[in-house]
T-cell receptor, first 112, second 113 residues
Framework: EAGVVQSPRYKIIEKKQPVAFWCNPI?????LYWYRQNLGQGPELLIR????????DSQLPKDRFSAERLKGVDSTLKIQPAELGDSAVYLC??????????FGPGTRLTVL | GDSVTQMEGPVTLSEEAFLTINCTYT??????LFWYVQYPGEGLQLLLK?????DKGSNKGFEATYRKETTSFHLEKGSVQVSDSAVYFC????????????FGAGTRLFVKA
């Protein structure tokens, strides 16, 4: 089966600019996750969706970050405006059950 | 809250050496435990898992045993290969934490030929 698809793979922007990341999960996976991975650290959950519903967004900085998962399939994560500290790898993952998550390759964001 | 602590890297080994990467955790409930591996330029992949105490997860020659008494889940492999060079993440998922997955900081492994 096809894996989790993310785009773009790399993005370089100047601070205060907006940026968006896209994720297409594995077919049939109703749970979708967005993580942020800072250099030298493990992934940290930003938001988790069960179908269309965001069931855990407690770690999402809502002043500048937003996410949506229309129709319970694809998802978009947006940052507006971006700050220097947002430079990181943004990972999308999906799962059918709570236990095993499948990760995409990530989007490496550099904010200048 | 829940947390995962794993040994700092990088770990550098020669091919065919024995590998141990230590991982300990704190959790309020009875978590499931995981090891993920991240090869260069790729996303994280589940390597192995254990869902209850004394379970042993194994895959590709790697294994780890869920030790509730020591709250540990150390990763081991008897003979590493150059292709095992990657970053390894220990993680837990706890029902009491709403099944949120908590990752350790990762341990980078370099295997020399």
């Amino acid at each position: 089966e096809a894996g989790v698809v993310q785009s773009p793979r790399y993005k370089i922007i100047e601070k205060k600019q907006p940026v968006a990341f896209w994720c297409n999960p594995i077919s049939g996976h109703n749970t979708l996750y967005w993580y942020r991975q800072n250099l030298g650290q493990g992934p940290e959950l930003l938001i988790r969706y069960e179908n269309e519903e965001a069931v855990d967004d407690s770690q999402l900085p809502k002043d500048r970050f937003s996410a949506e998962r229309l129709k319970g399939v694809d998802s978009t994560l947006k940052i507006q405006p971006a700050e220097l500290g947002d430079s990181a790898v943004y990972l999308c993952a999906s799962s059918r059950t709570y236990n095993e998550q499948f990760f995409g390759p990530g989007t490496r964001l550099t904010v200048l | 809250g829940d947390s995962v602590t794993q040994m700092e890297g990088p770990v550098t080994l020669s091919e065919e050496a024995f590998l141990t990467i230590n991982c300990t955790y704190t959790a309020t409930g009875y978590p499931s435990l995981f090891w993920y591996v991240q090869y260069p330029g790729e996303g994280l992949q589940l390597l192995l898992k254990a869902t209850k105490a004394d379970d042993k997860g194994s895959n590709k020659g790697f294994e780890a045993t869920y030790r509730k008494e020591t709250t540990s889940f150390h990763l081991e492999k008897g003979s590493v290969q150059v292709s095992d060079s990657a970053v390894y993440f220990c993680a837990l998922s706890d029902q009491d934490g709403g099944f949120k997955t908590i990752f350790g900081a990762g341990t980078r492994l370099f295997v020399k030929a």
